[in-house]
């Protein structure tokens, strides 16, 4: 009986060892699999961070014919944007401005701006002007001796473009001619935009992708009122979403670009915070539409402070003299909400370094994806700002420390706004360019999906080419 127990003992020692050195194969075997997993994932963050998204930097001489964009940790060399744009008949673009094609068999629809450029309009009408620069750019980009780096460039084979521009002057068109003469049924500006969707919707590049390449310029909120709807499916450069309802016009497919400012920069800016004496400043119209509502109401909350500018101004009787001087010696300037979300008066105050408060909870500003607002502006919920004391107790309790390191970001940032022709590196026209680039991937991928059945039914409900290649089992 001893004899058995103490095999039995023995037996049960051996089986608890197999199941021990079992358990420890397995652990091994297993950890082994997590580490080869975490491996191969861990390769795959390093190719993500291998290719980081594009920021800005200027372009050096020598590379003056390529766009070269890089961040803090690595360099990207990327091509220029390829655009090809339709030789439209003038009275869609220069021809707005007063200039005539010559006559004859060689003619251009386009001036020859080595040797003249067709003047745009002064005041307001300089806000929304980014079609001229815009389209003045890629003109200018056929020369190959153009002085400065290239963001786009001029295509001539539509097929290698990666988008098509519509060289539409569509806010000048607003502005000069949205009014019916007495010896018209329409306006001018409303014929125009008729002409405008029969010609695109006929052109060979707008079926081939549904619009989806195409880019329009809307920028006034009350240009393209006609077009918009049926156009909504090409890239929209806006001002702001504010008369547009989301399925024609979306942060997701269009871009919002900067007003050109209307005050004086200020060059050569010595002042600080001491040398301001006006602590917030606003000169503008004061009763607006819809979401214009605040400014009166601040009007009314503000008026009785002392270090605080509140009035109504406009750009007649030296206006713009007036809110230049003014902006430069203001510490904080209020950018509110008008009849849309959006207002000169913030790239006004980018352009005086008076620190930005911004109140429009709707509104989308430029180039947001790659530039940090929050560095250099104050944002107030227009809730809070309607409460009492709330604004001004805000803005005073911000210290001096803190008001200059946004000055300084201020003067930091604002070449991103300054218009120029020709272009300068990573100024307003060459950051609209970018911000359009970087919507391409999006644009082609909507392409693609629109294409996913184009190889079973036709539009016409006929059989494609390749229909009968397809069993009828996949119907």
């Known amino acids: 009986m001893a004899m058995v127990e103490k095999n039995s003992s023995a037996i049960g020692y051996v089986a608890r060892n197999l199941l021990l050195s079992l358990f420890i194969v397995t652990t091994i075997l297993f950890a082994l699999s997590c580490y080869f997993v975490l491996r191969s994932t861990a390769h795959n963050r390093f190719l993500s961070s291998t290719f980081p998204s594009k920021s800005f930097v200027d372009v050096k001489p020598e590379k003056a014919n390529c766009r070269c964009v890089k961040d803090e940790k690595s360099s990207v060399i990327t091509a220029p944007l390829k655009v090809y744009m339709y030789n439209m008949d003038p009275e869609f673009h220069f021809g707005l401005l007063d200039w005539k094609k010559k006559e004859g068999s060689d003619s251009s629809v386009w001036p020859d701006i080595q040797k003249y450029i067709p003047p745009y309009p002064g005041g307001l009408n300089l806000q929304h002007s980014i079609e001229y620069w815009l389209t003045l750019d890629l003109l200018a980009s056929e020369y190959e001796n153009a ?24 806010s000048l068109s607003y502005n000069r001619f949205s009014k019916v003469n007495p010896h018209q049924k329409t306006s001018r500006n409303k014929d125009l935009q008729g ?36 156009l909504f499916p090409a890239m929209f450069i806006l001002s702001d979403f504010g008369r547009y309802p989301p399925t024609v016009a979306n942060v997701e497919k269009d871009v ?17 915070f001491d040398s301001r004496p006006i602590l917030l400043y606003f000169q503008g119209a004061i009763y607006r539409k819809d979401g214009g509502f605040v400014r009166q109401e601040l009007f009314y909350l503000l008026q009785d402070e002392k270090d605080v500018h509140f009035s109504f101004g406009s750009v007649r009787n030296g206006g713009i003299n007036k809110a230049s001087q003014g902006m430069h010696n203001s510490k904080f300037c209020l950018n509110i909400a008008g009849d849309t979300p959006s207002s000169n008066r913030l790239f006004d105050a980018i352009a005086s370094h008076c620190v930005p408060v911004i109140i429009s909870d709707d509104i989308e500003l430029p180039f947001e994806d790659v530039i940090d607002y929050s560095e250099f502006s104050v944002f107030v919920r227009t809730s809070d700002a309607l409460k009492e004391n709330f604004l001004v107790n805000l803005i005073r309790g911000i210290t001096k420390e803190e008001w200059t390191r946004m000055w300084n970001r201020l003067k930091e940032v604002e070449k991103y706004y300054e218009f120029h022709f020709p272009s300068k590196v990573d100024d307003a026209v060459q950051m609209i360019w970018q911000a359009i680039a970087r919507k391409v991937p999006g644009v082609k991928m909507r392409i693609h999906k629109s294409r996913r059945y184009s190889g079973s039914v036709s539009e ?6 390749w229909s009968s290649l397809i069993p009828r089992t996949f119907w």
């Open 147 to 170: 002085p400065r780096g290239v963001a786009a460039k001029r295509v001539y084979n539509s097929s290698e473009a990666d988008v098509i521009f519509v060289p539409f002057f569509s």
């Open 256 to 272: 919002i670009a900067p007003y050109k400012h209307v005050i004086k920069a200020y060059e050569n800016d010595t002042s600080g």
């Open 460 to 465: 016409t409900g006929k059989e494609s080419r």
């Open 195 to 230: 002409k405008l969707v029969m010609f695109l919707t006929a052109q060979e590049e707008w079926k081939r992708s549904g619009g989806r390449d195409h880019v329009v310029l809307a920028h006034h909120p009350n240009s393209m009122l006609d077009a918009r709807n049926k």
